[in-house]
């Protein structure tokens, strides 16, 4: 299993942006689609965005849409999520995870399919 760890969270005011990262262990992180979920205080954990293995691939939250971006580099093993135009609904623990991918343009997006997951970020949207 890979190992997975988050950073980048912070305390942002709404309309602002904040990337935060992913880092991966071991030297097969090109085989392994990525996912970033959130959780807010009293919700349910959530999807937010996914990306295919080979990064050609992605596919997010309607409520994300063109503010978001999903982006991998494979030769740092790292998967960044940027987020733009953030919003106070956006306050989560964010968390990313990881799934080894069965095609290079395969992502995923359901919580059950990930095998893999980092301890979260924080992330704080205050309005």
């Known amino acids: 299993q890979v190992q997975l760890v988050e950073s980048g969270g912070g305390l942002v005011q709404a309309g602002g942006s904040l990337r935060i990262s992913c880092a991966a262990s071991?030297?097969?992180?090109?085989?392994?689609?990525m996912g970033w979920f959130r959780q807010a205080p009293g919700k349910e954990r959530e999807f937010v965005a996914a990306?295919?293995?080979?990064?050609?691939?992605?596919y997010y939250k309607d409520s994300v849409k063109g503010r978001f971006t999903i982006s991998r580099d494979n030769a740092k093993n790292t998967v960044y999520l940027q987020m733009n135009s953030l919003k106070p609904e956006d306050t989560a623990v964010y968390y990313c995870?990881?799934?080894?991918?069965?095609?290079?343009?395969?992502?995923?997006?359901?919580?059950?399919?990930?095998?893999?997951w980092g301890q979260g970020t924080q992330v704080t949207v205050s309005s």
């Open positions: 071991g030297r097969t992180f090109s085989s392994y689609a």
């Open positions: 990306i295919s293995r080979s990064g050609g691939s992605t």
């Open positions: 995870a990881a799934v080894l991918g069965l095609y290079s343009g395969t992502y995923y997006s359901r919580e059950h399919e990930y095998k893999s």
